[in-house]
């Protein structure tokens, strides 16, 4: 569907869960590992089906009287698209996720191999609220441009209470920095190679 200012509109889709919950950790750990494929309009969901199982098993794990749900949006911006977003919101009882994944690539209709440039950034947010937190991070993943491979990731984390803290990263922590939060997973450093 034709939107405004070049966008396009080239997925809805959603995920009900019931008697499931919404494993922030988990799905923060499988950022790099393309476990956002399996939920965001995955490409060939019946050849995939066993993978795809698996990754909706470990993020939403079954909880008595548990309840997700999660619209999700699909936007191209040009003809044919050069950017490309998936973005999902997960609504739980006591947190809200926002999952998604931004794709730049030029030219746009050839093999992610055969591009000249490929950016493409696996992102995850989440508001929980009890205790209060607020986290971010993303990570570049199959990125290059030309031969040149991309990699990096980021994090955000901000939490209130009786322990307040806040973080920020791109590409990794000081060797010496011993405080990380437990939620934040190993990161990969910001490079070119």
Same mark, same amino acid.
């Given at each position: 569907?034709?939107?405004?200012?070049? *966008?396009?509109?080239?997925?809805?889709?959603?995920?009900?869960?019931?008697?499931?919950?919404?494993?922030?950790?988990?799905?923060?750990?499988?950022?790099?590992?393309?476990?956002?494929?399996?939920?965001?309009?995955?490409?060939?969901? @019946?050849?995939?089906?066993?993978?795809?199982?698996?990754?909706?098993?470990?993020? *939403?794990?079954?909880?008595?009287?548990?309840?997700? =749900?999660?619209?999700?949006?699909?936007?191209?911006?040009?003809?044919?698209?050069?950017?490309?977003?998936?973005?999902? @919101?997960?609504?739980?009882?006591?947190?809200?996720? =926002?999952?998604?994944?931004?794709?730049?690539?030029?030219?746009?209709?050839?093999?992610?191999?055969?591009?000249?440039? +490929?950016?493409? =950034?696996?992102?995850?947010?989440?508001?929980?609220?009890?205790?209060?937190?607020?986290?971010?991070?993303?990570?570049? +993943?199959?990125?290059?441009?030309?031969?040149?491979?991309?990699?990096?990731?980021?994090?955000? +984390?901000?939490?209130?209470?009786?322990?307040?803290?806040?973080?920020?990263?791109?590409?990794?922590?000081?060797? +010496?920095?011993?405080?990380?939060?437990?939620?934040?997973?190993?990161?990969?450093?910001?490079?070119?190679?």
């Amino acid at each position: 569907i034709q939107l405004s200012f070049g *966008f396009t509109l080239t997925g809805i889709g959603g995920l009900i869960g019931l008697q499931h919950t919404l494993d922030a950790d988990a799905l923060a750990r499988g950022i790099g590992t393309g476990a956002l494929d399996a939920i965001l309009f995955p490409p060939n969901p @019946v050849a995939d089906a066993p993978q795809i199982i698996h990754t909706l098993r470990t993020v *939403f794990p079954t909880k008595r009287g548990g309840f997700v =749900i999660g619209p999700m949006l699909e936007v191209g911006w040009g003809t044919p698209s050069l950017v490309s977003i998936r973005a999902g @919101v997960l609504i739980e009882a006591s947190q809200i996720a =926002i999952v998604g994944q931004a794709v730049i690539q030029i030219p746009p209709l050839v093999s992610k191999d055969l591009a000249i440039l +490929r950016l493409q =950034i696996d992102f995850f947010g989440y508001i929980i609220f009890d205790p209060f937190k607020i986290g971010f991070q993303g990570e570049l +993943r199959d990125s290059r441009v030309l031969f040149i491979t991309l990699t990096g990731s980021f994090a955000f +984390r901000a939490s209130f209470g009786a322990k307040p803290s806040f973080l920020l990263s791109a590409g990794g922590f000081h060797p +010496r920095f011993k405080d990380i939060p437990e939620d934040v997973p190993p990161m990969k450093r910001v490079g070119a190679g």
